[in-house]
């Protein structure tokens, strides 16, 4: 194995946390602006058992967990599945191309919390340091 291939071996699960933490860093407020309207809501604050409501619900939760990396793999499923249905009913009417109907990021979101349920959320996490207690 070359120097590549060790240098890989050695951040690729560390670069798989930092992925975690950032995606739910910067999905996070989505969620908040939608329940508390912080950072600077564009609309007003949601009811929390109308669609936006719960889509804020999901987003402030499932970030929540995703930046601990506790229930990693389900949170992300679901959150996938959040933004998928997102990207199809906000954004897929208003045309094709990601690019115009500005879905780009609920795309990318979506495929990004699917790596993250597939993967997992590398070895910085709350859930990870109980498995390693516990092994001891």
Do not use: D
């Not at 990021?105 to 959320?121: D, I, M, Q, R």
């Amino acid at each position: 194995m070359g120097a590549w291939g060790s240098l890989s071996g050695t951040w690729s699960p560390r670069v798989l946390s930092v992925l975690r933490i950032v995606t739910a860093l910067l999905f996070i407020p989505h969620g908040t602006q939608k329940l508390f309207g912080v950072p600077g809501a564009q609309q007003a604050v949601s009811a929390l058992m109308s669609m936006m409501g719960v889509a804020g619900i999901l987003e402030c939760v499932g970030g929540l967990l995703i930046l601990l990396g506790v229930f990693t793999r389900p949170a992300a499923f679901v959150l996938s599945g959040h933004m998928a249905v997102a990207y199809f009913m906000a954004h897929a009417p208003r045309g094709f191309w990601p690019i115009l109907n500005r879905g780009e990021l609920a795309a990318l979101y979506c495929f990004v919390f699917l790596y993250l349920a597939v993967a997992g959320g590398g070895p910085w996490n709350l859930g990870g340091f109980k498995t390693k207690k516990r092994g001891h």
